[in-house]
């Protein structure tokens, strides 16, 4: 009996530990967060995880979220918010080798990209859970910083303060270019942000490439991001009419985007010379913390080589552990007309 007793009980063990690991995921601890309760139904198999003001459906293959679903409201986004903290940390409740973890990111060259932005935590507990690599996907350092924060989740916060009521708001990536780290973390080809409000009964998402020369593209419907991401969200949305419609003959490109400079590099400066020539570039301002030398030869280098006026402002990273490395990094924040 001994002996039997032994096989059933590892087969107990090993099936209450994958049993979270399903396509069909429950979310039992926050299913307020999502739309009528309806969780989506996905074709990858995944890990549900609650947070306090969002919820991630996790993919242990990928080590990145399939989705994060947030439920954001006027009241809530124009209380007063807690600083930003970015102590990333590593999601202890999925096994070791599910994880993605900071040594993944680190060199890699792509962002800690936020699927529930630390923008939208309205507590110091929340703020602090967002920076779970759970809720991390390697996002293009330009397009995280640049195109995503200001073309993406700002405009969504915005309407969010506009909205008459609660709206839910679901992010996430798909495709693979490829992978970083030693535990192999997908890069997503293609990013999504998915906006649904139910007073309006309307839907329409953001779907942008993960490169850093990603252009801003018209919202695209409901409908066409279920059949690009397999997803059904399960959304009441009834006919086109609810649905914003993509613009085809219009193009809209991102207002901004930073260039990093962690040493000189004169292909950068180069390429900002060459677009300020071509016509395409209304202003530039260059921001530096301790590395003043690099930032004033940038500036004296562009100058001499363009009739443009540029502006130089110094400021701090917020104090942290993981951002260090940035004190002699110069951010050339480049406007585009």
């Not at 006027?74 to 993605?100: D, I, W």
């Not at 535990?183 to 139910?198: A, E, G």
């Not at 260039?259 to 530039?284: C, M, P």
Request: proline letters at 7%.
């Amino acid at each position: 009996m001994k002996y039997i007793r032994k096989p059933i009980l590892l087969a107990i063990l090993l099936a209450a530990l994958l049993s979270p690991l399903s396509a069909f995921a429950l979310f039992e601890e926050c299913k307020d967060l999502f739309p009528n309760q309806q969780v989506p139904t996905s074709p990858q198999a995944g890990r549900d995880l609650c947070f306090d003001s969002f919820a991630v459906y996790y993919s242990p293959v990928d080590k990145k979220p399939i989705y994060t679903v947030e439920k954001l409201s006027r009241e809530q986004l124009l209380a007063p918010h807690p600083r930003r903290t970015n102590q990333f940390y590593e999601e202890a409740r999925l096994p070791m080798g599910e994880r993605s973890l900071l040594s993944d990111y680190r060199g890699s060259g792509f962002d800690r990209g936020h699927n529930a932005p630390a923008g939208d935590m309205i507590n110091e507990r929340s703020m602090a859970q967002s920076f779970s690599l759970a809720n991390m996907m390697p996002q293009a350092r330009q397009n995280n910083q640049g195109i995503w924060a200001k073309n993406v989740e700002e405009p969504t916060r915005q309407y969010a303060k506009r909205a008459a009521g609660n709206i839910y708001v679901f992010t996430g990536s798909t495709g693979n270019s490829g992978s970083i780290g030693k535990s192999k973390v997908t890069i997503p080809s293609h990013l999504f942000k998915l906006v649904y409000d139910p007073l309006k009964n309307s839907a329409w998402a953001y779907w942008i490439e993960n490169t850093d020369q990603a252009n801003m593209a018209p919202p695209i419907t409901y409908d066409d991001l279920v059949k690009k991401t397999g997803i059904d969200f399960h959304l009441p949305i009834g006919g086109e009419a609810n649905q914003t419609k993509p613009r085809p003959d219009k193009l809209v490109i991102g207002g901004w985007y930073p260039v990093f400079f962690d040493e000189y590099s004169a292909g950068k400066v180069g390429e900002l010379i060459t677009r300020i020539k071509e016509g395409k570039v209304a202003s530039i301002q260059i921001q530096y913390d301790q590395n003043a030398e690099l930032a004033k030869k940038l500036l004296a280098q562009i100058e001499s080589q363009t009739s443009m006026s540029i502006s130089l402002t110094q400021g701090s990273p917020p104090d942290s552990n993981s951002v260090s490395y940035e004190r002699n990094r110069v951010t050339v924040i480049v406007r585009l007309k």
